[in-house]
């Protein structure tokens, strides 16, 4: 029928790629949820669940990380993005300042250490000298005149030689324009920020647009623009960084979907330069092409049908496809090709064709679309997608090869030149080729070696249970979360228990704490302060210290620095450069002529040098640039003084709590609307190695069978997706072996099949242990979907043997064992291209494919040949061979 209507079959293909990729790009979606890849029905799924429905604020989030140079900045940057974040619902459903927000401002320091809090007083009590007139009048001058006052004063020089460090930091810094600001609280208090307290986050509940590719994306971008027009940028000693959920999968998408793009164009150039390489003929690799892209179409609509989206790792259906579904367009070609060269009339060489390859292109369809479907039944449904739409793709690709193929050919034949010989053999070098069969016993025997060797790595092979393999560690959100990861004090890695009241939420985080791998249970009560009455008492002393009585020293009541914190009676105008400039020379004469203690004698001299240093780079500046440097110093010594003593006044209101004063943001993140209660279990060990991740889950465990949370997500798909890769490996290789038996009707044959894919696929897992490459949620495809590919190229030589017309019985001299070749080639190079995605999962099943399909072709080229037989004489051939092609059409 296709030989007598060729234009109509043409027409109806065109006409049938157009809607296919039409209703493609319509209908077909992008989930980049890695946890959806799983069947949503395992238990630990469907504990999940439940926790995200009793808590939705941590589904779907935005989680910005906010890092100060000091506490204060962090913390007035969290303060005022979060109340212009607030101000656009229409964007942002809710905002959470994690420890930030009113209450906490007001009852900070009931959550400091006690210890701290009178070592705060004392440091305000030795400030009172000095610390109130540099508030009122905050400029360098006054600054470093204190500073000069407090070096020569016995009793603060300890102080003083601190403030006198960042100095020399501040005038560097003013160079770059940027600031270096004091930690004004650090130095009152004489303890060190934590870099904890350096942080600041807010989880923010974004408004998606699903109607646009990244439907995060006008949230994400409206957070970055107002931090930049609010100045928190790391010039100014802040910077924002966004992480969670979110942020974290447009991310992932941009980075796999950029890679899919370029791996698929690039798989369609090596695909084409390889099959003119194979086909040396235009017509042949443009009716190959088309046919190719037609057959690709019609796969991504029964995806959009059958599916309605793609993920993470169905997303490579397209580049898999081009390096699969070419084969069979190859081996038609090549054969359609030989018959033409040979002398055969164009009709009838298609038709011989459709006879010698139709049945082993059938055959090789069928098991390669088994071994994708073999995922089908399994869990996880990533790659049960990918199972389907692979599977029907490899039915879809057979069939336009044996309808759209010919009609082209019938359209557009080939046209050997006079005397052109065909295409058959040269797959290996001569000698290695005819090697291969004289020296068979040889061959077999290295063979065996080689797979003895390859099965004593196989134990070692591992499967990496971390999803953020499968992400770019350069991108901003994945980066920020692995620094929070390797940060002991950040843990972004915790568990969740659920209890069903406040007192079973006390009984199991009591009892959780008792595990050894558990450093700490925190529930809602925990934000209950411990020692609040001890903790008032010294904020009451603060408050004495910091807001004084009527009676405020006057000029007259001190000499040194105190004389010049005097009140008086207007504000002076503000100093200009030249005063400034001056004020620093003088402040400069006056360390060098100090007699600090010996320790700090290179300090001050280092000092000094970084003034004068500075000094001379701002001689040779433009005014307005010394003015912005000038303003640079001033804002890093003392624009930070205000607002740290703004946020200390604002704890003194402090009162005593208890549960119930928490606030309501609080208390929902702790306590479900049903009344269970939520236990937030932190780890002791860093969970980004595996074994102490599998401990601390199985730990928790015996307490709380049914935990949730990151760790436990991680450790239980990990384990869902292994049982599902063996499960599928272990049925294609049963529906593999079966469809073999059937179809060629013969165990010996059968065997010779399979001998070199599994010889083949031990030598790739063998491989992934040499070349320290991991099985993952994305590559784990990698050994089924090569025994689909493998067991293609193993048909197609035993068939062409069965057919007796290989030359001197020699596989290797065929067109047949040249197809595979140029098949295997273009699979290879497709794959090849996806190991140079910026995905790191996409990248990783390029590279496993690629080494597996090298694996397949060597062994099919020698190992396959080595274990046939002694070649019987061939049948004679229905016509001679100058006129006619080699063969009668393959009836097995």
């Known amino acids: 029928m296709v030989g007598r209507v060729p234009a109509l079959v043409v027409l109806f293909a065109a006409a049938a790629a157009a809607a296919s990729a039409y209703l493609a790009t319509q209908r077909l979606g992008i989930d980049t949820n890695t946890v959806d890849m799983l069947s949503a029905d395992l238990p630990w799924r469907v504990e999940n669940e439940r926790h995200k429905r009793l808590f939705p604020h941590y589904a779907d989030n935005i989680v910005v990380v906010i890092r100060g140079a000091t506490a204060d900045l962090a913390a007035d940057a969290q303060r005022r993005l979060g109340a212009h974040l607030r101000a656009e619902p229409d964007l942002f459903r809710e905002v959470h300042l994690t420890g930030g927000g009113e209450f906490f401002e007001r009852n900070a320091l009931l959550y400091a250490d006690l210890e701290e809090l009178r070592d705060l007083a ?54 770059v324009d940027r600031v270096q600001p ?60 966004l992480t969670g959920f979110v942020p974290m999968s447009e991310e992932e998408l941009r980075s796999a979907a950029g890679g899919m793009k370029t791996a698929g164009a690039l798989a369609l150039i090596m695909v084409g330069l390889i099959l003119y390489a194979g086909l040396r003929s235009v017509r042949l690799i443009a009716a190959a092409l088309i046919t190719l892209l037609v057959g690709l179409a019609l796969t991504a609509a029964f995806a959009a049908l059958a599916v309605g989206h793609l993920n993470l790792i169905s997303m490579a259906f397209a580049v898999l496809y081009i390096g699969l579904g070419i084969d069979y367009a190859i081996h038609y070609s090549l054969r359609y090709r030989e018959l033409r060269t040979r002398g055969a009339a164009n009709q009838d060489a298609l038709q011989q064709t459709a006879g010698d390859v ?7 369809a069928v098991t ?147 595990l050894e791998s558990v450093d700490a249970a925190i529930s809602l009560e925990d934000f209950v302060p411990e020692g609040q009455e001890a903790k008032l008492a010294a904020i009451e002393r603060i408050a004495r210290i910091l807001v004084p009585g009527p009676e405020v020293p006057g000029p007259e ?46 300090l001050g001299r280092f000092v000094t040098f970084q003034i004068r240093s500075w000094q001379r780079r701002m001689d040779g500046l433009p005014q307005r640039r010394q003015e912005r440097a000038l303003e ?21 209101a402090a009162r005593s709590i208890s549960e119930e004063d928490l606030p309501h943001d609080l208390v929902r993140r702790w306590v479900a609307a049903d009344g269970t209660r939520r236990v937030e279990v932190i780890p002791r060990a860093d969970l980004g190695d595996e074994e102490a991740l599998r401990a601390f889950v199985a730990e928790v465990r015996t307490i709380a069978p049914h935990a949730t949370g990151e760790p436990v997500i991680n450790v239980s798909a990990g384990e869902a997706v292994v049982a599902a890769f063996r499960r599928a490996l272990i049925g294609a290789a049963i529906a593999t072996l079966l469809l073999l038996l059937v179809a060629l009707r013969s165990a010996s044959d059968a065997s010779r099949v399979m001998i070199p894919l599994l010889l083949a696929g031990a030598i790739t897992g063998a491989a992934t242990v040499v070349l320290g490459l991991a099985f993952n949620y994305a590559n784990v495809i990698a050994l089924p979907l090569l025994l689909g590919v493998g067991v293609d190229n193993g048909i197609h030589m035993v068939h062409r043997r069965r057919a007796g017309t290989a030359p001197h019985g020699d596989l290797l001299e065929t067109s047949t064992a040249r197809a595979v070749l140029y098949a295997s080639l273009t699979t290879i190079f497709s794959f090849g291209n996806l190991a140079f995605s910026s995905h790191p999962g996409t990248a990783s099943m390029g590279r496993l494919l690629t080494v597996g399909m090298l694996a397949v072709l060597v062994c099919t080229l020698m190992v396959l040949p080595a274990l046939e037989t002694p070649p019987r004489a061939p049948r004679k051939p229905a016509v001679a061979p100058e006129e006619a092609p080699i063969g009668e059409p393959n009836r097995v």
């Open 632 to 652: 640079r110093v001033e804002e890093s010594l003392v624009g930070g003084l205000g607002r740290s003593l703004a946020d200390l006044r604002a704890s003194l």
């Open 557 to 602: 009541a001190a000499d040194g620095p105190e004389a010049a914190d005097a009140p008086l009676e207007s504000d002076p105008p503000a100093p200009g450069p030249t005063e400034r400039m001056a004020d620093v020379e003088r402040f400069r004469r006056s360390v060098r002529g100090l007699e600090l203690e010996p320790d700090d004698v290179d």
């Open 182 to 241: 004091l930690p004004w609280r650090d130095l009152m208090s004489g303890h060190q920020t934590s870099p904890e307290e350096l942080r600041r986050y807010m989880e923010i509940l974004p408004r998606l647009d699903f109607d646009l590719f990244f439907p995060g994306e006008p949230a994400l971008t409206r957070i970055r623009t107002l931090a930049d027009s609010l100045g928190l940028t790391a010039k100014d000693g802040v910077g924002v960084r």
């Open 358 to 364: 139709g049945a082993s292109l059938l055959v090789s």
């Open 122 to 175: 004392d440091g305000l009590e030795k400030a009172e000298s000095w610390l109130p007139g540099l508030e009122r009048d905050p400029n360098l001058g006054r600054f470093l005149t204190v500073l000069d006052s407090l070096l020569t004063d016995a009793g603060d020089s300890g102080r003083a030689v601190e403030l006198l460090g960042a100095v020399g930091g501040a005038f560097e810094s003013s160079m």
């Open 368 to 514: 390669t679309a088994a071994c994708f479907f073999a995922f089908v039944p399994t869990d996880f449904e990533g790659v049960s997608e990918l199972g389907l739409i692979g599977g029907a793709g490899m039915l879809i690709s057979f069939a336009t090869t044996i309808t759209l193929l010919p009609a082209l050919f019938s359209l557009v034949p080939f046209r050997p030149t006079p005397g052109e010989a065909p295409l058959v053999g040269g797959v290996l070098p001569r000698g290695l080729a005819s090697g291969v069969t004289r020296h068979r016993r040889a061959v077999l025997f290295g063979a065996a070696v080689v797979a003895l060797a390859s099965v004593s790595l196989l134990p070692r092979a591992r499967f990496d249970l971390d999803p953020l393999a499968l992400r770019d560690p350069e991108g901003e959100s994945t980066a920020t979360f692995l620094e929070l990861l390797r940060d002991s004090t950040a843990r972004p890695m915790t568990v969740s228990v659920l209890a069903a009241n406040g007192e079973k939420a006390e009984e199991i985080a009591e009892r959780l704490e008792r």
